[in-house]
């Protein structure tokens, strides 16, 4: 995949492999910034994953979370709060259950 330095070509996207890493299946788009998404991480519980990202044009955090192991995704959610301050670099924890979802940020 190009990059271009401003555009919405620079997306957070997910891709899995099976078998340590060998192989791995075509990725799929997980943001949906209209200028550039960056600074992503992500857990899981079992079959359950979220991934959280900066949205760099609004200067937000996001959420995405997928129920099915990385095959469906459900919508994108911004967490932090639109408060005029820029919201950077998210990390995620999620607890063994999967019910807890931990994300912290800075808020610049």
Do not use: C
């Amino acid at each position: 995949h190009t990059y271009s330095t401003v555009g919405p070509d620079i997306q957070i996207v997910y891709s899995k492999s099976n078998n340590y890493g060998k192989t791995w299946e075509t990725y799929t788009k997980v943001s949906n910034s209209t200028e550039m998404a960056d600074s992503p991480d992500i857990d899981s519980a079992g079959n359950e994953l979220h991934v959280v990202w900066n949205d760099v044009s609004l200067g937000e955090i996001f959420h995405r979370r997928s129920t099915d192991g990385g095959q469906s995704w459900h919508p994108e959610q911004m967490i932090s709060s639109n408060d005029g301050f820029n919201s950077e670099a998210p990390k995620i924890a999620v607890s063994e259950d999967g019910q807890g979802v931990h994300v912290v940020w800075v808020d610049l």
